[in-house]
């Protein structure tokens, strides 16, 4: 490809990765008007902003395998028809539940522009050009969760539908995917023999035992998406133990940590030429130990501020070294497969989230969600410095 289409292909494939993080979070702030509007429990409003997530993690594995199958440019095309149909229809829908049904469309569609999105990067570009792609990728995925909220709440002022317009940016971004996407070819089988050719279960199995380090990186994607989601949900209830309950004022915060992400996973290509992706990880769940300890100390709306910046510039490292290993470990041939798994880990990471720490508010305040948050930072650091993991990767 000539520079000017190189550059045409990665902007569509990073506009695109802000729709991936747009696809609940532009809902946020107007839940309670959807609440008022629909006249629903505020749980059913809150699914929502959960459905699609749900169908992510059921979807993706089904995703990835056919962009093994055929590669990824049509499902990536495909899933950029389905987000803007899904996404839009709530413009003109006023009942719960096939507006929960779009949702669930729109849940389908993400699952293939995100594992699209990967295997696009990894089939386009090598070595220090897919790692910058990889980072650009992340800073995108963090500016998205800055703008599209903002975006989402000042549309809300107008009507509690109109924010669902903005899904439809989607139609355009497919135009020029058509127009700038290369097609790649179909998914190659795996050439290095043995078990790692076998797709089913078994054959994955195998896959995990002869590179474990996969596991590790689909637990510390996981994780990431677990520790991020107990900043999005709780940081609040901190926030407003120090007496800052603007909406606006919070959204600054969250702001922060997706800029500090973004920043981090900018220069992610500089970093990991001059180091390693598991220096990477020890460096940012050593952020994040710091991050969330300094947490449990907040007591004024200054010292607030470290701690979200802190934790967001560890995940701009995290994030891209994932996607990364992914591309290394993966057998031939089955990159759509095994980054899949990734999407799942980490949607699945964020719906557990509340579960897994809500429990500790009644117990020891919203303080003690951070000191466990601590604790498995600085747990999960004693574990990869001990056992070295993905020196190899």
């Known amino acids: 490809m000539t520079t000017a289409k190189t550059r045409s292909t990665l902007g569509v494939i990073l506009a695109s990765a802000t729709l991936t993080v747009m696809a609940g979070a532009i809902l946020g702030p107007i839940v309670p008007a959807i609440q008022s509007s629909l006249g629903v429990s505020e749980s059913r409003a809150g699914l929502i902003i959960t459905t699609h997530g749900a169908l992510i993690v059921l979807v993706s594995p089904f995703a990835g395998a056919l ?39 729109l849940g389908v569609g993400v699952a293939f522009v995100y594992t699209g999105i990967t295997v696009l990067i990894y089939q386009l570009y090598e070595g220090q050009r897919m790692n910058r792609a990889l980072g650009l990728r992340s800073s995108a995925n963090s500016v998205g969760a800055v703008v599209w909220p903002l975006v989402g709440g000042a549309l809300g002022t107008l009507s509690w539908q109109a924010p669902f317009g903005v899904y439809l940016i989607a139609l355009p971004l497919g135009l020029l995917a058509i127009l700038t996407i290369p097609e790649t070819g179909d ?110 100390l907040v007591d004024s709306s200054l010292s607030a501020v470290p701690s979200v910046v802190g934790f967001g510039l560890g995940l701009g490292l995290v994030f891209p070294s994932a996607f990364g290993w992914i591309e290394a470990l993966a057998p031939a041939g089955r990159e759509g497969q095994f980054s899949s798994y990734l999407a799942s880990a980490g949607y699945t990471g964020q719906f557990i989230s509340p579960v897994a720490f809500g429990p500790l508010v009644p117990a020891f305040g919203v303080r003690g ?20 993991w993905g020196r190899a990767a």
């Open 67 to 105: 962009i093994d199958r055929i590669g990824p440019r049509r499902p990536f095309i495909a899933g950029l028809l389905l987000y803007a149909i899904g996404g839009g229809a709530g413009l003109g829908i006023d009942a719960f539940w096939p507006l929960l049904a779009s949702r669930a469309v």
């Open 369 to 388: 969600v951070f000191g466990a948050a601590a604790v498995v930072a600085a747990g999960s650091l004693l574990l990869v410095g001990g056992l070295g």
């Open 187 to 296: 998914g190659e089988p795996s050439v290095d023999g043995g078990t790692d050719s076998a797709t089913g279960p078994a054959g994955v199995v195998s896959v995990f035992r002869r590179r474990p380090t996969l596991v590790a990186v689909y637990l510390l994607y996981f994780g990431a998406n677990a520790l991020l989601y107990s900043i999005v949900v709780f940081y609040p209830q901190l926030l407003a133990g120090v007496g800052i309950t603007a909406s606006f004022s919070i959204s600054l915060y969250l702001a922060a940590n997706g800029l500090a992400g973004g920043v981090s996973a900018a220069v992610y290509d500089r970093l990991i030429a001059r180091t390693s992706r598991p220096m990477l990880v020890v460096a940012a769940l050593t952020l994040w130990t710091v991050a969330f300890a300094g947490a449990t």
